[in-house]
């Protein structure tokens, strides 16, 4: 059973995530506090962690750090409040795989995270192993490694590499990635792609220049060596 940790300080919010989750077949682990989330996270390995911002004794932004330091494979969704903005764009560069602002509908949040797990579950195509400058993507194994040192990555920062991989050459418009690679419809002002290209953009290193930005369109890479 898919077992999803559920991080948040409202009792009635867990409560009635809980029940949601239940529902839809899930395992539902809670914590309400940012040092018991990240030891449960570590302990537990959930496939998922919804994770809140605002927490006492941790905040989420750090669980979320120190979570993807330890355990980089554990997709997560922060909850924002409204308004959080600088939160939503620091979350997503220390490697959240979406975020939700409060309040939300709850289809809209079981929606994200049968995306975000779905992504999660999906195998890579078979033999694809591509290089560019000095970094080399391996698709059946998940490991991008940078000058022969191995680099991490958040789930969705591969999930976007590997969908740009398997596009090559092709310019890819903001509104196809976030439906295609989140599995959602674009909303104007959603800036989530924007921010996971320019981490992805850190991590490869300037001198790749793989993602290319069209102007007024969106992004493309330029042909692999595969």
């Avoid at 911002?53 to 997709?75: N, T, W």
């Amino acid at each position: 059973m898919t077992k999803i940790l559920i991080v948040e300080d409202e009792p009635n919010m867990v409560a009635g995530l809980r029940d949601n989750f239940e529902f839809e077949g899930y395992e539902v682990l809670s914590a309400y506090d940012g040092s018991e989330g990240l030891e449960k996270a570590l302990a537990t390995s959930p496939d998922l962690v919804v994770l809140d911002v605002m927490m006492p004794k941790m905040s989420g932004l750090d669980v979320c750090k120190q979570l993807k330091a330890k355990r980089p494979s554990i997709p997560i969704i922060m909850l924002t409040a409204r308004g959080q903005e600088i939160d939503k764009v620091v979350g997503l560069e220390l490697g959240a795989d979406d975020y939700v602002t409060k309040p939300f509908s709850i289809r809209e949040l079981v929606a994200r995270v049968k995306a975000v797990l779905r992504r999660s579950h999906t195998l890579p195509k078979e033999h694809d192993k591509y290089s560019f400058s000095d970094v080399e993507v391996d698709l059946r194994t998940c490991r991008i490694s940078r000058a022969g040192k191995q680099v991490e990555f958040s789930a969705m920062e591969f999930e976007l590499l590997k969908y740009f991989i398997c596009n090559a050459g092709e310019v890819l418009s903001r509104e196809r990635l976030l439906e295609d690679v989140w599995g959602y419809s674009y909303t104007g002002g959603s800036n989530v792609v924007d921010v996971v290209i320019r981490s992805l953009r850190k991590k490869l290193g300037d001198r790749s220049a793989v993602i290319e930005t069209v102007s007024g369109v969106g992004y493309r890479v330029r042909e692999l060596t595969s």
